[in-house]
């Protein structure tokens, strides 16, 4: 069975750039929608943006919307986020996650997911 490994996460200044990366390995994604999720220390994960098998449908959370940007290349089967205008509060876990077709909000419509990668932004 495939998985999904994150990449790309780091330090940054606020106001800097990231982007991650969640590509699957001995899998397709080319049927999956995939999400970002989100945890900081002591918090609960919460959602950060999501994209269906197609790309035809992008979420993002109210926190990132305008900042982030969600993308996928089925060719490479991998989906990325380009995080830009980061700020200290968005300092967490970043995690990927896959379901079929459709995006979905919550953590718990996704049966696949990464270990994660850190993403620290300095103030």
């Known amino acids: 069975q495939g998985h999904l490994v994150e990449s790309g996460g780091g330090l940054t200044q606020a106001g800097g750039s990231l982007r991650l990366s969640c590509a699957a390995s001995g899998r397709t994604i080319t049927y999956s929608a995939v999400g970002w999720f989100r945890q900081a220390p002591g918090k609960e994960r919460e959602f950060v943006a999501a994209?269906?098998?197609?790309?035809?449908?992008?979420r993002y959370a109210d926190s990132v919307k305008g900042r982030f940007t969600i993308s996928r290349d089925n060719a490479k089967n991998t989906v990325s986020l380009e995080m830009n205008s980061l700020k200290p509060e968005d300092t967490a876990d970043y995690y990927c996650?896959?379901?079929?077709?459709?995006?979905?909000?919550?953590?718990?419509?996704?049966?696949?997911w990464g270990q994660g990668t850190q993403v620290t932004v300095s103030s």
């Open positions: 994209i269906s098998f197609n790309g035809d449908d992008r």
């Open positions: 996650a896959a379901r079929l077709y459709y995006t979905k909000t919550l953590a718990t419509e996704y049966s696949d």
